[in-house]
């Protein structure tokens, strides 16, 4: 699609038509027809799709409801207490009862006069539903991590490409101050050549569902298509305590506090070094796991000791005091801290800029005060993210990398730019995952 504007209004044009409309030119239908009155016209708005009604869903799409160049005109969950809940919240906001609802998801893929989508579905089924949406040529706003495992990261980015999308990953702190200007201070060289990262992310396990003692086995609640929210993976009997927004905890379906998080912190470690296209190759990860039959079975706390290029080494930890929360960069001349409201620095005059002055930052990091916003308006203009999906896939790998070398037990070596791992036959297998039959990933 080489111009946003041009195809967004064919695709209206044809929904219009299929309404017995296409005489009504797209520049004189009132905004009411799609919304409140204080609205821009339809010809100037994007329309959206949302996937997913569970933890980030929902805030997502409030941000995106916010936005009046925008228009939320479908919902999808397999969980048919959330979809009604995504329905009358869209409704509601609009006033009208416009929203479609779909069981599945391809049907609203399927939808032409839909632009973009937003995705919020458990990381199991992060490629199939992202490659259906490339395919139908859909615009992307994803979460972390890309996927549950490489293999799938890297069918999600050829997808992308291969169609021409524009995709933003919800590695949000990349539009927040602190983060931007500890990255473009590293960037800058203020702080030394950088010789170690520290990266830290929570360990154990959180109950967000509050499912309590609920993890013994039972039939599904009517209300839930388990066989469908199951999709490629491996069948496993129901428990409550392993479905809505405690699926991370189980391999089956998630990957931990290690790649829930690591699509954030390990993001802005890659954003500070410019390793936004790199890697590491070497990788060291030991960890302390439940019993493999366990409720939860992902990692409780993990050390991962990695080497990159320019002699700098990261340690990323879960569950290691030591190592505090957020990044940290540490170079020959001093360091800088960032987490979620943190900013910390050797120089503490640097802790009272509001961002780097410009005679300081001679090399100056791309720069987005809104996540939701700075996608919608790369939509239009059909110029890359903040976080665009090459990005989303450099920043995952060094939490899948640490996984595999943590489940087979030894040290790994990756090939940055072939994507393999080395020597180790039993270790590659573990970038894919099997699919239960009859899902496929294209």
């Given at each position: 699609m080489k111009n946003s504007a041009f195809n967004t209004k064919v695709s209206r044009r044809r929904f219009l038509a299929a309404a017995g409309a296409a005489a009504v030119l797209p520049t004189i239908i009132p905004a009411t027809a799609f919304g409140r009155s204080n609205k821009k016209a339809p010809s100037d708005r994007i329309t959206m799709g949302v996937v997913g009604w569970g933890m980030q869903g929902p805030g997502n799409t409030n941000s995106f409801l916010g936005l009046d160049d925008v228009q939320v005109v479908?919902?999808?969950?397999?969980?048919?207490?959330?979809?009604?809940?995504?329905?009358?919240?869209?409704?509601?906001?609009?006033?009208?009862?416009?929203?479609?609802?779909?069981?599945?998801?391809?049907e609203?893929?399927?939808?032409?006069?839909?632009?973009?989508?937003?995705l919020a579905v458990p990381d199991?089924?992060?490629?199939?539903?992202?490659?259906?949406?490339?395919?139908?040529?859909?615009?992307?706003?994803?979460?972390?991590?890309?996927?549950?495992?490489?293999?799938?990261?890297?069918?999600?980015?050829?997808?992308?490409?291969?169609?021409?999308?524009?995709w933003q990953t919800g590695s949000w702190q990349r539009s927040t101050p602190n983060f931007h200007k500890g990255a473009e201070i590293v960037r800058n060289g203020m702080i030394g050549k950088i010789t170690h990262v520290e990266v830290g992310l929570p360990g154990g396990h959180s109950d967000f569902a509050k499912t309590g003692d609920q993890k013994m086995p039972s039939d599904p609640p009517p209300e839930l298509d388990y066989e469908m929210w199951i999709g490629a993976s491996k069948m496993e009997q129901y428990i409550k305590a392993r479905v809505?927004?405690?699926?991370?905890?189980?391999?089956?379906?998630?990957?931990?506090?290690?790649?829930?998080?690591?699509?954030?912190?390990?993001d802005i470690a890659h954003w500070g070094l410019d390793f936004d296209n790199n890697g590491p190759s070497e990788i060291e990860g030991t960890g302390e796991f439940p019993a493999p039959d366990s409720v939860w079975n992902t990692a409780t706390?993990?050390?991962?000791?990695?080497?990159?290029?320019?002699?700098?080494?990261?340690t990323i930890a879960g569950g290691y005091p030591e190592i505090k929360g957020g990044t940290k960069w540490i170079g020959t001349d001093g360091w800088v801290r960032v987490d979620r409201g943190v900013f910390e620095a050797s120089n503490e005059d640097w802790r009272d800029f509001k961002q780097l002055p410009d005679d300081m930052a001679k090399v100056k990091?791309?720069?987005?005060?809104?996540?939701?916003?700075?996608?919608?308006?790369?939509?239009?203009?059909?110029?890359?993210t903040i976080t665009p999906v090459q990005t989303a896939h450099h920043s995952a790998i060094p939490g899948h990398l640490g996984l595999i070398s943590m489940m087979v037990g030894r040290k790994i070596k990756w090939d940055v730019k072939k994507e393999h791992i080395l020597d180790d036959k039993d270790a590659g297998k573990l970038l894919s995952r099997a699919y239960r039959s009859p899902w496929k990933l294209s």
């Amino acid at each position: 699609m080489k111009n946003s504007a041009f195809n967004t209004k064919v695709s209206r044009r044809r929904f219009l038509a299929a309404a017995g409309a296409a005489a009504v030119l797209p520049t004189i239908i009132p905004a009411t027809a799609f919304g409140r009155s204080n609205k821009k016209a339809p010809s100037d708005r994007i329309t959206m799709g949302v996937v997913g009604w569970g933890m980030q869903g929902p805030g997502n799409t409030n941000s995106f409801l916010g936005l009046d160049d925008v228009q939320v005109v479908a919902a999808c969950d397999l969980d048919k207490n959330h979809l009604n809940a995504a329905v009358d919240k869209i409704n509601g906001h609009y006033g009208n009862k416009d929203c479609k609802a779909y069981h599945d998801f391809r049907e609203l893929m399927a939808r032409e006069d839909i632009d973009a989508v937003m995705l919020a579905v458990p990381d199991h089924w992060h490629a199939l539903v992202a490659t259906e949406a490339a395919k139908h040529k859909k615009d992307i706003y994803g979460e972390k991590p890309l996927a549950r495992t490489i293999a799938e990261q890297q069918a999600i980015v050829k997808a992308v490409e291969k169609n021409n999308r524009i995709w933003q990953t919800g590695s949000w702190q990349r539009s927040t101050p602190n983060f931007h200007k500890g990255a473009e201070i590293v960037r800058n060289g203020m702080i030394g050549k950088i010789t170690h990262v520290e990266v830290g992310l929570p360990g154990g396990h959180s109950d967000f569902a509050k499912t309590g003692d609920q993890k013994m086995p039972s039939d599904p609640p009517p209300e839930l298509d388990y066989e469908m929210w199951i999709g490629a993976s491996k069948m496993e009997q129901y428990i409550k305590a392993r479905v809505h927004m405690n699926w991370r905890w189980n391999y089956n379906t998630g990957g931990g506090q290690l790649l829930d998080w690591i699509g954030h912190h390990g993001d802005i470690a890659h954003w500070g070094l410019d390793f936004d296209n790199n890697g590491p190759s070497e990788i060291e990860g030991t960890g302390e796991f439940p019993a493999p039959d366990s409720v939860w079975n992902t990692a409780t706390k993990y050390k991962i000791e990695l080497k990159y290029p320019n002699d700098v080494t990261m340690t990323i930890a879960g569950g290691y005091p030591e190592i505090k929360g957020g990044t940290k960069w540490i170079g020959t001349d001093g360091w800088v801290r960032v987490d979620r409201g943190v900013f910390e620095a050797s120089n503490e005059d640097w802790r009272d800029f509001k961002q780097l002055p410009d005679d300081m930052a001679k090399v100056k990091l791309y720069k987005s005060d809104n996540h939701f916003r700075n996608f919608i308006d790369c939509v239009k203009s059909r110029k890359p993210t903040i976080t665009p999906v090459q990005t989303a896939h450099h920043s995952a790998i060094p939490g899948h990398l640490g996984l595999i070398s943590m489940m087979v037990g030894r040290k790994i070596k990756w090939d940055v730019k072939k994507e393999h791992i080395l020597d180790d036959k039993d270790a590659g297998k573990l970038l894919s995952r099997a699919y239960r039959s009859p899902w496929k990933l294209s």
